[in-house]
């Protein structure tokens, strides 16, 4: 945790400002690369992707930045000279058809900062880092885990997109394969920091600019299979079945209840996919998959909830003749924010004249890597109406303005700035 002796506000600083319209209109600029609609579709790697990180590496350069594009497609921005700096980022790819603010409103708060920082004369560092495949086309948060060197070589080597493309060729088609990679240097980099749209209704609904996020949650995400028989579902009586469908649906209606007296206040679960086969109306199910996720920002919730699924699993194993499996798919651990920069963020907000609110982030960021391997902070903003990963996702041009604003006043406090 961070001194907060380190977060003083010099006088000098008061002179320190970003300014918004240059980074709207940075905003606006990055959109329009793949824009679709109202919204932006890059997926990791495709043209439009790789067009969006040649545009900011010459930002970067542009605002006096030392930047390269490593090879996984960080594209990795420092401020000269500095031997102590504050790593700021996001990512730029997204969803098919997803907003122009997730991840991209990120990396465009550290460019900006960084150009106010240099602007105003001020001693002291801003890096900016927009990681690659945050979004999961060939594996998630790829660019981020090789940052802080908790990336496998045989998870990147094994990597492919959704059509069967492979994650290497698709790295030497865009030109980055060969090159070294950017990591996290210790010795220089004192905090990182990322700012956010919410992706979901309580900023806006509470009337609150500014959330400052405390923990990332974790996530479960398990598979439960019913194998029972194929039958002609007009001549097989209801008591003769081995109704693999049925003992789903049975199943689900049951454990929504075990899970919510489980629950705490901050755990969601969702039921994301539903399979019958052969799934045909006049075939009794032969098989039947549940795929159920769920998320807290306390690992002992998380292991509590899949204990509840298996006890349920072995309890419905063999009723009606259908047998039943669970197994886990995937699961990642919560990650906790450094309190020092949350009350940072939280002064930073007030000296702005904005209300905050302490709140967990339910969606995975590069933040949840990064956290483990230097103090870390998130900041977010209110989306209008909830929305995110679709076009629809916006959010107030002031409320940007203003999200940046707190963040170059969190990266001052973090570098004890003076004229």
Known sequence: MISRASFLWAAGLEK????GRRLVDDLRALARIGKVGTGVNRLAFTPDDVAARQWLLARMGAAGLDARIDGLGNVYGQTPGATKAVVIGSHTDTVPKGGWLDGAMGVI???EIARAVMESGAEGGVDV???????GTFLGTLGSRSFVGELREEDLAGAVNGDGEALAASLLAAGYGHEDRAKLDPARH??????????????????????????????????????????????????????AGGRMVDFAHEL????????????????????????ASNVV???????????????????????????????????????????????????????????????????????????PSGAGHDAMHLASHVPSGMLFIPSKGGRSHDTAEDSAEEDIVLGCRVMAGTVARLLGLSE
């Open 190 to 243: 004192i905090a990182y920091l990322e700012g956010h749209i919410e992706q979901g209704p309580r900023l806006e609904a509470e009337g609150v600019r500014i959330g400052v996020v405390t923990s990332i949650v974790g996530m479960r995400r398990m598979l439960v299979v019913f194998h029972g028989q194929a039958d002609h579902a007009g001549t097989t009586p209801m008591a003769m079945r081995k109704d």
């Open 109 to 111: 708060y550290g460019l």
């Open 285 to 359: 199910p032969q098989r039947a998959e549940l795929l159920i996720e769920f998320r807290d920002i306390d690992m002992a919730v998380i292991d509590e909830m899949e204990a509840v699924i298996r006890t349920g699993v072995a309890a419905a194993d063999g009723l009606g003749g259908v047998r039943t499996e669970t197994s886990v798919l995937e699961t990642s651990a919560p990650a906790h924010m450094d309190a020092s920069i949350g009350a940072a963020i939280e002064a930073a907000a007030k000296a702005a004249g904005a209300m905050s609110l302490a709140m």
């Open 16 to 19: 320190m400002d970003i300014d």
């Open 129 to 135: 880092v927009s990681f690659a495949d945050e979004e």
């Open 256 to 279: 929504t209840g075990k899970l919510g007296a489980t629950a705490g206040k901050d755990t969601v679960w969702n039921f994301g996919r539903m399979v019958f086969e052969p799934g």
